[in-house]
């Protein structure tokens, strides 16, 4: 146990991935421990699902590897899938299935069981406070709701790292502020990596910060070192530096 | 094992929880009731048999079927949910059975559910029951085969319209490959060898010796070489274009 606590959390190395012609992510390379939470940020196809894909095992890398507790994600996929929770993006679930009848799914494929099954489904449900939607189909729900169902499944079998393509999108403030608790209480002991465009998130409960844009990362470090870029200490600023090269006042 | 069973829960779970389960077997039944009395000649032929039934299940099939598996893959595509599924840890032939197998059930259901008529058979006269069960064994098997072909189909694409369309035209060319229709195109050309193949591959004629009571063991394995094929194609299918 005692080499596997050593390992990082996630390897991410030389990444490479091309979609017929395009080059959607350029050799990217870092790494995440335990108790981290990286915030992934970058403009729009920059490259962020698709990096988050080749780790969750759903897309395989072009080129580069990605290791998760030491386990090459194309050669044990379903290893590292066990470890992983994943929110994708839009957080797709069955429409036509009830809240607590899609997370006993989750957690029937998660490998619980019996009572532990309904039990930990129960936890969740109160958790993230999902208990007035149980008995409704996850089709009639709001969008803030059906993200809440999204981050529930993500966290069921309480992972070891979690990956979350933009959790609080369309979510109102007073879910944004739950969401980010959420996180923020569960960073103690799991990796995190979430990719966002609100950068007050990245202050709100990220450790530290990568940013990527046309595919290649342009920044690795922790928050005040991502503001320390720009001159007037500005998040913002610092953001637009990096991704356009010219300063915006 | 376990997740192929969780899969096919859900997958059964969808279809009951909408109307497509619902449209399908009423479709299914009515259809066939239709054949079998107006176009069957069912009272005219005055025969204890139920090949008035049975005969018409292959034209059934090549619209029905590919409605039922249209929307295997095609569906998870668009919405996204095939991500959500391909992350947790299944492997793509877990999905692909239990998906598959869901869809075979509920065909399977429909098929049950039409056993008014052979309550109605027995009750008029006296037919030959290990017949109609044989015949009922290789509608299934038929039904499973065309499954098989439209949910690879299905995976190809994300709209169900094209998934559609292009199940039934396949489905209908392993249909018919033991007729003039596709035979003459190789006829002149095409060594002896390649036509017996074709031939060969005819759902029409395995499922023809089924229907008459005669269960062959060749017929069982062309019907199991058929599923694992396109399964198997299924398969490689989704890994090939689960990113697109």
């Known amino acids: 146990m005692v080499s596997e606590n050593s390992l990082p959390a996630i390897e991410v190395k030389n990444l490479d991935r091309y979609f017929g012609p395009i080059h959607a992510v350029r050799d990217i390379s870092f790494s995440i421990n335990p108790g981290e939470v990286l915030g992934f940020l970058g403009p729009n196809g920059a490259g962020k699902s698709t990096t988050m894909k080749m780790i969750t095992g759903f897309l395989e890398p072009s080129g580069g590897s990605v290791r998760v507790n030491g386990h ?4 044990e996929p379903i290893k590292i899938k066990k470890a992983i ?15 607590r009848d899609f997370l ?6 998660r490998g619980l069981t019996g009572s532990n099954k309904a039990q930990r ?3 969740i449900i109160k958790e993230i406070n999902l208990e007035g939607v149980v008995d409704q189909s996850i089709e009639t729900l709001s969008k803030g709701y059906k993200r809440r169902v999204g981050v529930a499944q993500s966290i069921l079998h309480d992972p070891e790292i979690l990956i979350m393509d933009e959790p609080t999108d369309g979510l109102d403030p007073n879910q944004k502020h739950e969401v980010r608790k959420l996180i923020k209480d569960m960073s103690a002991n799991k990796a995190i990596v979430i990719s966002t ?53 | 094992m376990n997740n192929i069973i969780a899969i096919l829960k859900r997958e059964l779970y969808g279809y009951f929880a909408t109307p497509v389960a619902y449209v399908f077997i009423v479709i299914f039944l009515f259809l066939s009731g239709l054949f079998t009395f107006y176009m069957g000649g069912f009272y005219e032929r005055n025969q204890a048999d139920l090949i008035a039934f049975f ?20 569906e998870e595509r668009k919405s996204g949910t095939i991500e959500l599924m391909l ?20 065909a399977g259901i429909a098929l049950a559910l039409t056993f008014p008529i052979w309550i109605t058979v027995n009750y008029l006269g006296d037919p030959d029951n290990t017949v109609i069960l044989a015949s009922y064994i290789g509608s299934f098997l038929m039904a499973g085969g065309f499954l098989a072909i439209g949910s690879c189909i299905s995976a190809l694409t994300k709209s169900q319209v094209i998934a559609f369309v292009i199940s039934v035209v396949i489905c209908f060319l392993f249909y018919v490959s033991g007729t003039p229709i596709v035979l003459n195109f190789f006829t002149g050309w095409a060594p002896e060898a390649l ?16 229907q008459k009571g005669i269960i062959d063991i060749r017929d069982i394995i062309y019907f199991s070489v058929l599923i694992a094929f396109w399964l198997y194609a299924n398969v490689i299918t989704i890994e090939a274009k689960k990113a697109g």
């Open chain 1, 104 to 109: 006993l799914f989750v957690a029937e494929i």
């Open chain 1, 121 to 123: 489904v129960d936890e």
């Open chain 2, 55 to 74: 005969s018409f299940h292959p034209i059934l099939y090549l619209f029905l079927i590919p409605a039922i598996s249209m929307r295997l893959w095609s």
């Open chain 1, 85 to 99: 929770g994943y929110l994708p993006e839009g957080a797709p679930s069955y429409g036509e299935m009830r809240v």
């Open chain 1, 197 to 249: 465009h609100i950068l007050e998130e990245v202050d709100a409960v990220c450790t530290r910060a990568i940013i990527i844009a046309k595919g290649k990362l342009l920044f690795d470090g922790t928050p005040e070192e991502l503001r320390s870029q720009s001159s007037n200490n500005d998040i913002d600023d610092a953001f637009r530096k990096i991704t356009t090269g010219s300063e915006v006042a």
């Open chain 1, 72 to 75: 090459n994600v194309v050669e």
């Open chain 2, 195 to 210: 036509i017996n193949a074709v031939s060969a591959m005819s759902v029409l004629t395995h499922a023809d010796s089924i």
């Open chain 2, 87 to 106: 992350t947790l840890p299944i492997t793509t032939a877990d999905a692909v059975i239990g998906k598959f197998l869901a869809a075979w059930v509920f």
